[in-house]
């Protein structure tokens, strides 16, 4: 179990926030999620090839206006219980540098069949004048217009297969903003980070960043430049119309301290349409990683490049080239259906995801997600092996997901 004192921070917010009642929001979640892997994975080799577990959440919301400032306030608490518990903890990477600088978070009650948890996820104060914005604090900042993958998203993005993207991590952080008139606007953060958590602030570990954004014509720009853990990374930004559609594009370049050299680029293109009296979006995205290695190379031969950026929370796949089209198809006022896949180019392998959303009521959802790979042992979503001649396999396993949301 975790320290006392970011227990007692988070039940200080929950007895804080109904006397703030006004601005107070709440969103549960209570589930099923299913999963089962092949004989030759990770997940089996582990004796958890068919795992199971009831899941339910809340998030406690706050926010209060006091003219140019507001204060800002979540609380998020999880709990589950199922044999997916074991599994999770036995998956959970070694522990690294922490991605955020302080602890909120309290571990309440941890064993292989259940687990609770929570943390404060935002936690912020900001001031909005005309023209300038500051805001510190645990907050969450989106950067880039990828679909499914994010490469200008360098500070927590979301995994190119994750389905419920409501709200990003929060990190710790300092951010300000000046808006010209014009309509273009320069951004910088702060994001401090320590070698080991509750260690002295290191810049080796922190990250630095300025972008600017402006329109040219009928295209919207940006550029930006950071210091991520000790790298460089600088980025192009382009988006515009294409007849009917909407088109992005992004060039990030990542250059590293021993000197080398990763680039990475995406495209994607959205529409919107008919299928007969249904309303449809459709879309695709084409990514290719400068960290990407081919499949066949184990788990743990992985070159440090990616293997850092994986534990830092910005890479997620460790292939090449990916192809991921998706659509939405709102078939009534209260039910869509949302296919999307992931193909990797380089070996043939693929994760297809089919998300239903019903709406049960105006603040009531009803979400279905499962989601598939498809591919030979060996390759990305078949799974890479985790040592050479080990015969065991990492990768997605199938699953099943059943979820009720209610906001109030």
Do not use: C
């Amino acid at each position: 179990m975790r320290a006392a004192v970011p227990s007692a921070v988070l039940i200080a917010a929950i007895m804080a926030m109904p006397v703030w009642a006004d601005g107070f929001r709440v969103r549960t979640e209570a589930g099923l999620t299913s999963s089962s892997a092949d004989a030759t994975s990770l997940e089996a080799d582990l004796g958890n090839r068919d795992t199971r577990a009831l899941n339910a959440a809340a998030r406690l919301m706050w926010d209060s206006f006091e003219g140019p400032f507001r204060l800002e306030v979540h609380a998020q608490f999880n709990a589950a219980h199922g044999s997916r518990i074991a599994l999770t903890s036995a998956l959970m990477p070694a522990e690294g540098p922490p991605r955020t600088l302080l602890d909120l978070s309290g571990d309440w009650s941890h064993d292989p069949d259940q687990a609770v948890v929570g943390v404060i996820d935002r936690a912020s104060v900001a001031y909005a004048g005309e023209n300038l914005v500051l805001k510190a604090g645990r907050q969450a900042i989106t950067w880039g217009s990828g679909l499914f993958f994010h490469p200008s998203d360098i500070v927590a993005p979301f995994s190119p297969d994750a389905v419920d993207t409501s709200y990003k991590p929060g990190v710790d952080m300092l951010y300000a903003q000046y808006l010209f008139d014009n309509g273009a606007d320069i951004q910088t953060i702060a994001v401090p980070r320590a070698e080991a958590r509750g260690g002295a602030v290191s810049l080796d570990q922190s990250t630095l960043a300025i972008r600017g954004s402006t329109t040219l014509g009928s295209l919207d720009g940006a550029l930006f430049h950071a210091r991520d853990r000790g790298d460089s990374v600088a980025g192009l930004n382009l988006s515009g119309p294409l007849g009917g559609a909407s088109w992005n594009a992004e060039y990030v370049h990542w250059r590293l301290t021993d000197g080398t050299a990763h680039p990475s680029w995406l495209f994607n293109i959205t529409n919107f349409g008919t299928l007969g009296d249904w309303n449809v979006s459709y879309f695709a995205e084409y990514f290719r990683s400068g960290f990407g290695v081919d499949a066949s190379l184990p788990s743990d031969a992985l070159p440090a490049s990616l293997t850092k950026r994986m534990s830092a929370g910005q890479v997620f796949f460790g292939g090449q080239d990916f192809l991921a089209p998706g659509g939405q198809i709102q078939v009534t006022a209260d039910l869509s259906i949302s296919p999307r896949a992931i193909f990797n180019l380089n070996d043939g392998s693929r994760l297809a995801t089919v998300s239903v959303n019903y709406a049960l009521g105006d603040n009531t959802d009803l979400a279905f997600d499962y989601s598939s790979p498809f591919g030979a042992d060996g390759s990305e979503f078949g799974g890479r092996e985790t040592s050479a001649g080990s015969g065991i396999f990492a990768g997605p396993s199938r699953s099943a997901t059943l979820r009720l949301i209610h906001f109030f």
